[in-house]
């Protein structure tokens, strides 16, 4: 069974850092193109992050580029999304997804496509 798990999620204060684990099981998460969601209260849920399968190539929105990487560590089938100077407006629910049918699909494109497998969530919440 496919499986993916969050975690790293917490309370931070205004410019701290965090990074997010998305662990894959039952799997193997290379071969998977890998995102990162979120959704803050009352808001839709928001495209952040996504690597590539194909060839790890990466896309961030512009809005958190400067602060949020996403990288793959292959070795423990894991993607994690480091965000650095984190602001009270990154206060959110984050979910990685997966998916193996996104082909050769630029990261950007595949930000704005389906993905067959979620995680839970985690909560990050970030203070002033």
């Known amino acids: 069974q496919l499986r993916l798990v969050e975690s790293g999620g917490g309370l931070a204060q205004y410019g701290e850092s965090l990074r997010l684990s998305c662990a894959a099981s039952?799997?193997?998460?290379?071969?998977?193109?890998v995102a990162w969601f979120r959704q803050s209260p009352g808001k839709e849920r928001e495209g952040v992050s996504c690597?590539?399968?194909?060839?790890?190539?990466?896309f961030t929105i512009d809005s958190l580029k400067d602060r949020f990487t996403i990288s793959r560590d292959s070795a423990n089938n894991t993607v994690y999304l480091q965000m650095n100077n984190l602001k009270p407006g990154d206060t959110a629910v984050y979910y990685c997804?997966?998916?193996?049918?996104?082909?050769?699909?630029?990261?950007?494109?595949?930000?704005?496509?389906?993905?067959?497998?979620w995680g839970q969530g985690t909560r990050v919440v970030v203070g002033s």
């Open positions: 997804a997966a998916d193996s049918n996104h082909g050769e699909r630029p990261p950007y494109y595949s930000l704005r496509s389906s993905f067959e497998s």
């Open positions: 039952g799997f193997n998460l290379n071969d998977y193109t």
């Open positions: 690597i590539s399968a194909n060839d790890g190539s990466t």
